[in-house]
Antibody, heavy 122, light 110 residues
Framework: DEQLLESGGGLVQPGGSLRLSCAAS????????MNWVRQAPGKGLEWVSE????????YYADSVRGRFTISRDNSKNTLYLHMHNLRAEDTAVYYC???????????????WGQGTLLTVSS | QSALTQPASVSGSPGQSITISCTGF?????????VSWYQQHPGNAPKLMVY???ARPSGVSTRFSGSKSGNTASLTISGLQAEDEADYFC??????????FGTGTKVTVL
């Protein structure tokens, strides 16, 4: 079965940095684009970033561009989100999610991890 | 990257049908047939229910169906059941941001 397991969340002070990880199993990780989606407490879903299957192409929401960097290590089946200059409004559960089709982006997210909570507060 | 607009809440009695709307723009819903819908129960991760406007992943009940007209997509749940009570989010491919999500709709089974 396909599985995604996020880790790395926690409490960070405003202006701080953190790296989230997402370990994938049960599918050929290197064939699929991957995403980070976040959900602030009691709020809706917000797409954060996507990386192509090879890692050559990356995309970001305006709210995080220039502060967050998405990357992947296909040899370790792991997705990362490097977050810098964190703000209170970045507080959320961060989910990693797999794109639906091989080699495609933006067409649907068929598997999601259980999420990791980031809290930005002093 | 404005969020797609959904009603905050929709309710229905068991066995009834309900429809959730999702209104976007020419850069997303109206421009592409890549609307998807997600169900999220409290404390759980979202689950893909519909993709490509009206396709269902394997294992998703046929009671869930999608459609689109212009800049508005819709999810219909027929034969409403207690287990359908959850939050529902639409999403679309967007030329401006890859994915854009809807504001979310809380479905209550009366």
């Amino acid at each position: 079965d396909e599985q995604l397991l996020e880790s790395g969340g926690g409490l960070v002070q405003p202006g701080g940095s953190l790296r989230l990880s997402c370990a994938a199993s049960g599918f050929t990780f290197s064939n699929y684009a991957m995403n980070w989606v976040r959900q602030a407490p009691g709020k809706g879903l917000e797409w954060v970033s996507e990386i192509s299957s090879s890692g050559d192409s990356t995309y970001y929401a305006d709210s995080v561009r220039g502060r967050f960097t998405i990357s992947r290590d296909n040899s370790k089946n792991t997705l990362y989100l490097h977050m810098h200059n964190l703000r209170a409004e970045d507080t959320a559960v961060y989910y990693c999610a797999k794109d639906l089709w091989v080699g495609a982006t933006g067409l649907g997210l068929d598997y999601w991890g259980q999420g990791t909570l980031l809290t930005v507060s002093s | 990257q404005s969020a797609l607009t959904q009603p905050a809440s929709v309710s229905g009695s068991p066995g009834q049908s309900i429809t959730i709307s999702c209104t976007g723009f020419s850069s997303d819903v109206a421009g592409y047939n890549y609307v998807s819908w997600y169900q999220q129960h409290p404390g759980n991760a979202p689950k893909l229910m519909v993709y490509d406007v009206n396709a269902r992943p394997s294992g998703v009940s046929t009671r869930f169906s999608g459609s689109k007209s212009g800049n508005t997509a819709s999810l219909t749940i027929s034969g409403l059941q207690a287990e359908d009570e959850a939050d529902y989010f639409c999403s679309s491919y967007s030329s401006g941001s890859v994915y854009v999500f809807g504001t979310g709709t809380k479905v209550t089974v009366l």
